[in-house]
């Protein structure tokens, strides 16, 4: 997966599509990423004894990683990322200036 946790990212597709948001947590074995304020769900909870009590509560649900973009703020513009290697270590860059992470 080339998006990262702390990424912004654009979404392409989906019923938020042209909203951008922070990734707040990913899931690389199922492609998902979870990203602020973006594929809000309502989930009904039970209560769980007097500190938590239950109720209808706005969460955010994960998109699949096709479905979100990396976000360039400089240019304001979804970008492709690429993966090279730089003294010896491997990197991510954009590839539309080819432009390092």
Known sequence: MRIKKGDTVKVIAGK??????????TFPKEDKVV??????????????????P?????????????NVM????????GTKLGYKIENGKKVRFKKSDNQTI
């Not at 599509?17 to 947590?25: A, E, Q, R």
């Not at 239950?54 to 096709?66: D, R």
């Open 16 to 25: 938020d599509k042209g909203k951008t948001g922070k990734v707040l947590k």
């Open 35 to 52: 990203v602020e304020k973006i594929n809000i769900v309502t989930k009904h909870q039970k209560p769980k004894g007097p500190q938590n």
């Open 54 to 66: 239950g109720g209808i509560t706005k969460v955010e649900a994960p998109i699949h990683v096709s």
């Open 70 to 77: 990396y976000f360039d703020e400089k240019s304001g513009k």
